[in-house]
């Protein structure tokens, strides 16, 4: 069916370019154009309509080949949209500092990151005191596990501990309710903020603001209720759940759930004209040495993260998948292309008469050379946009974490690629085309 519909567009096609030779409105230049593809569409329609199976296995590899690599490059692009969309949630232009890198480096000992020491609050406040380069600044510390109960209702959750500009940091909408006030997180008020999972799951259709809950025992008033985010991508690979997440004020968090020893992180937003964050990051890293009263020849005993360092390692991952999918699919094509050029082999056999009576009638080099050539694309063509219409449907399944979308740039990608391995398989072929004595060519059978 799908071979009927391609041989269908080959014919209207044709038909189209055929019409426009028989009016007047087109300069002679292009005509010779016009007719080498109408002759290249005719032909090609008869290899198509001739042996159906033979061109089926043969444009098979071109499909399996375009498929596979457009395939590839289309769930990495949607997945690394997700991540990166995800990960700027997190705040855009800012940068973290705290005891541990985000990405090891394979130099350094790991003894030495365990050896250096926690941030502490009045590092916080220090920075807060004499950075100038930023737009705002929060300290957070998080635990996993916590439980959180309203009456009979229960549910284990995530607790993060924040000061006031946390909002400033990351993406903080309040559907319902408020955010703190800088009055609370000072005094250490006993407010939260919960996620949508935990008001469900504790309150279910009650309005939760000014309820009390109990988190791990303490009471709590809940004064705001976040949006729901759903499950992504990156809370996925985490297996963690963006909407069972609750917020307090860090000198509270500090104070009563602190029992071991605290490791929060320090954000801090970079200037919009601070590209690359890297007046901010010079600021923070001078800072960081002065208050721990590091030495000119010691080394940093901190970390200093952003969130490219993230984007670079998903970057890695997604290059070698990237990879294997064009190792994949330049298989599969080589096999197409051989195909394709047996194909055409075939056809120069068959009309080599043909041949002999259009050379005869003044049909130049090129002209038999292109004719084939073009023959050659389209077939290939016609197999790589089987294996596009493959992933365009692929992008039709519902996946939760992150959409799949088909580009422009991977739409058009598929056509380049379909037409070098038709220009790479039909050259031989034309080319050997192009060069029979018409003598000879006439008196074949």
């Not at 860090?250 to 890297?278: C, H, M, W």
């Not at 088909?406 to 739409?411: A, I, T, Y």
């Amino acid at each position: 069916m799908l071979l009927s519909l391609f041989s269908l567009i080959l014919m209207e096609t044709a038909q189209f370019i055929f019409l426009l030779l028989s009016c007047n409105c087109i300069r002679p230049q292009f005509m010779k154009i016009l007719r080498q593809l109408y002759e290249s569409l005719r032909f090609a329609w008869q290899a198509l309509t001739e042996n159906i199976l033979r061109t089926t296995l043969s444009l098979l590899g071109v499909s399996v080949g375009i498929f596979s690599i457009i395939a590839v490059l289309t769930l990495v692009d949607s997945m690394n949209r997700s991540i990166t969309s995800e990960l700027e949630s997190f705040g855009k232009g800012v940068v973290y500092v705290g005891k541990w890198p985000w990405i090891f480096s394979n130099n350094y000992p790991w003894w030495k990151y365990l050896n250096r020491p926690n941030t502490r609050f009045s590092e916080y406040q220090y920075l807060q005191d004499n950075v100038e380069h930023r737009q705002a600044i929060a300290i957070m510390d998080r635990k996993g596990g916590v439980t959180f109960k309203n009456g009979s209702n229960s549910i284990d959750a995530n607790l993060i501990g924040c000061s006031f500009e946390y909002d400033k940091i990351q993406e903080m909408n309040v559907i319902k309710g408020r955010y703190f006030m800088q009055k609370e997180t000072e005094s250490g008020a006993s407010s939260i903020i919960i996620g949508s999972t935990i008001a469900e799951t504790l309150f279910g259709d009650t309005d939760p603001i000014d309820k009390e809950i109990k988190v791990n025992g303490v009471k709590f008033r809940v004064i705001g209720v976040l949006i729901k985010k759903g499950k992504d991508l990156l809370s996925s690979l985490g297996d963690d759940d963006p909407d069972a997440q609750a917020y307090i004020s860090y000198r509270t968090y500090a104070n009563i759930f602190q029992n071991d020893e605290p490791q929060p992180d320090i954000a801090l937003k970079a200037l919009a004209s601070d590209v690359g964050e890297v007046i901010l990051e010079g600021e923070i890293e001078g800072k960081m040495r002065n208050i721990r009263g590091l030495k000119p020849l010691d080394e940093d005993n901190f970390s200093i993260n952003r969130l490219d360092g993230a984007t670079k390692f998903f970057e890695g991952v997604f290059g070698v998948l990237t990879l294997a999918g064009w190792v994949i699919g330049l298989f599969s094509m080589l096999v197409g292309g051989f195909g394709i050029a047996n194909i055409m082999f075939v056809s120069v056999k068959e009309r080599t008469n043909i041949i002999g009576i259009q050379k005869s009638l003044g049909a130049k080099n090129y002209f038999i050379l292109a004719q084939f050539l073009f023959e050659a694309i389209f077939l290939s063509l016609l197999g790589g946009l089987v294996g596009l219409l493959l992933v365009y449907l692929i992008t039709f399944i519902p996946i939760p974490t992150f959409q799949i979308v088909l580009s422009m740039k991977n739409l058009t990608l598929g056509i380049g690629v379909s037409s070098v391995i038709g220009v790479l398989s039909g050259i031989i072929p034309a080319w050997s085309a192009a060069r029979m004595d018409p003598v000879i060519a006439i008196r074949s059978k």
